[in-house]
């Protein structure tokens, strides 16, 4: 029986060298794409201020974070009277001034301001690193896990909304996802809250809202009625949400019939209409639709909010994103908008692994392996090694000469592909016995025409 001491902490995972090269493949064709976009990689420490992050996510945010306690003695200046009263909230504050970064936007909008002299607007930036939520784990849903994001700020163009569900529409399509790619608009979802009657509770219908897709309407309809929205606002909002036809029909309908009076609900229709013109013009294999029932929980979300879902497996959004008009506001830089989406590399790698959608080579670490039968092929074999490495193919030298079979057996538990067979009689002739090791076929060829062939 493994000792708690050797298991990761819940909502955490190890992963083995075959997952490691699956989700590398992940990882590189995300950063290719966002880097044919014209977007350029940053990072930021794993660490932020609690005063950095708490307030911009909202209540559960601020919840969902993982506090770092102060080095030292961390109740120095805290009395026993404090510490008795149990003031959660008041002791945490107190003893823990860190905290692992909840996503990556937030501190990308501390970054911006921090080299504000150092970087050019509009800043497009990709960034692929962990973040860390305290949150129950469940499946799809870990307390650890990668976002791949791309950010543009700077900027307030729906031209960067179009390019963003464009690098959404290429990322899924090259690593043979299928999914249902959403947008929505917060600034029409504030006009609906108007039109109920309930504009001052718009944070709260989102948050609900969000949740649609999760818990339904009848769970949702309660948790509306729980946060004080109104029987009558509630009823109203139904048919809302509801709204069914073409994306034209839709916007229509809320421009001309239920967002008539609102100013800010209707430079959202606005939008959303520039948006969804932009991208009649590109060739997407997903075409994305208009959903009212969006809404992205997290505070900062001013304008466009996008998501994408896998069609093939029930784990919640793959990406999700949205327009921000003033986060740099926070740390002293107003009025600087910005948009991004964030890839969840955690949830894609398991839709990938469940529905089978790895290429094959991924399986294998090491494409050659060469046998180890003694201290003189050793020597010759290091030669060919090296020229077999210059031509950018995965190769090794069994270190040890035990028996060809545990050799063998090593091989196929590594997935390698090929095996390359030297003893003395190849050595004399200056030839290679190449063995496949999916076909069984063995022959006898050269360097170069071993070069070739695994090329």
């Known amino acids: 029986m493994v000792k708690n001491e050797a298991l990761t902490p819940k909502g955490t995972r190890d992963f083995l060298p075959g997952e490691m090269v699956k989700r590398n493949y992940v990882f590189k064709i995300i950063r290719s794409v966002f880097e044919r976009f014209g977007y350029i990689p940053i990072e930021t420490p794993a660490m932020e201020r609690v005063s950095t992050l708490t307030g911009k996510y909202g209540e559960e945010g601020d919840r969902l974070l993982f506090r770092i306690l102060n080095s030292g003695d961390f109740l120095t200046g805290i009395s026993d009277d404090e510490i008795l009263e149990r003031n959660v909230n008041k002791l945490k504050s107190s003893i823990s001034d860190k905290g692992l970064r909840y996503d990556l936007t937030v501190p990308f909008a501390r970054?911006?301001?921090q080299h504000l002299n150092e970087i050019t607007f509009p800043f497009k930036r990709?960034?692929?690193?962990?973040?860390w939520r305290a949150d129950r784990p469940q499946k799809g849903r870990y307390r650890e896990f990668f976002q791949c994001d791309v950010d543009v700020i700077g900027s307030n163009s729906l031209l960067n909304e179009a390019e963003q569900i464009q690098i959404i529409d290429e990322i899924f399509k090259k690593l043979g996802v299928k999914i249902l790619i959403r947008i929505n608009n917060r600034k029409i979802l504030?006009?609906?809250?108007?039109?109920?009657g309930e504009a001052d509770k718009m944070i709260p219908i989102t948050?609900?809202?969000?949740?649609?897709?999760?818990?339904?309407?009848?769970?949702?309809?309660?948790?509306l009625a729980v946060k004080g929205i109104s029987e009558k606002a509630i009823r109203e909002l139904q048919p809302i949400l509801g709204l069914t036809g073409s994306v034209e029909e839709k916007l229509n309908e809320l421009e001309n019939k239920i967002l008539l009076h609102s100013k800010i609900g209707r430079k959202g229709v606005d939008e959303m209409k520039?948006?969804?013109d932009y991208l009649?013009?590109?060739?997407?294999?997903?075409?994305?639709?208009?959903?009212?029932?969006?809404?992205?929980?997290l505070d900062y979300y001013t304008g466009t909010i996008i998501e994408a879902n896998s069609t093939e497996m029930k784990i919640g959004s793959l990406c999700g994103g949205g327009r921000y008009d003033d986060l740099t506001g926070v740390f002293g830089l107003k009025d600087v908008s910005g948009i991004g989406v964030s890839f969840g590399a955690d949830r894609i790698y398991d839709v990938m692994e469940k529905m089978d959608k790895f290429p094959e080579e991924t399986a294998s670490t090491t494409t050659l392996m060469f046998?180890?039968?003694?201290?003189?092929?050793?020597?010759?074999?290091?030669?060919?090694?090296?020229?077999?490495?210059?031509?950018?193919?995965?190769?090794?030298l069994f270190p040890d000469k035990v028996k060809i079979k545990k050799q063998m057996n090593y091989a196929n538990k590594k997935n390698v592909e090929y095996v390359a067979l030297v003893g003395e009689d190849e050595m004399k002739n200056g030839l290679i016995t190449l063995k496949n090791m999916k076909t069984g076929v063995q022959s006898q060829i050269t360097l170069d025409e071993l070069i070739e062939e695994i090329s």
């Open 190 to 196: 504030s006009g609906v809250a108007e039109a109920i």
């Open 126 to 131: 990709y960034q692929i690193q962990p973040v």
């Open 371 to 396: 046998v180890n039968f003694g201290e003189k092929e050793e020597i010759h074999c290091l030669s060919l090694l090296a020229e077999i490495r210059k031509s950018g193919i995965k190769a090794e």
């Open 274 to 276: 520039k948006l969804f």
């Open 207 to 223: 948050i609900a809202i969000d949740k649609m897709d999760k818990i339904g309407a009848y769970k949702v309809n309660e948790e």
């Open 111 to 113: 970054f911006v301001v």
């Open 280 to 297: 009649t013009t590109f060739d997407l294999k997903v075409d994305p639709v208009f959903d009212l029932t969006l809404a992205r929980g």
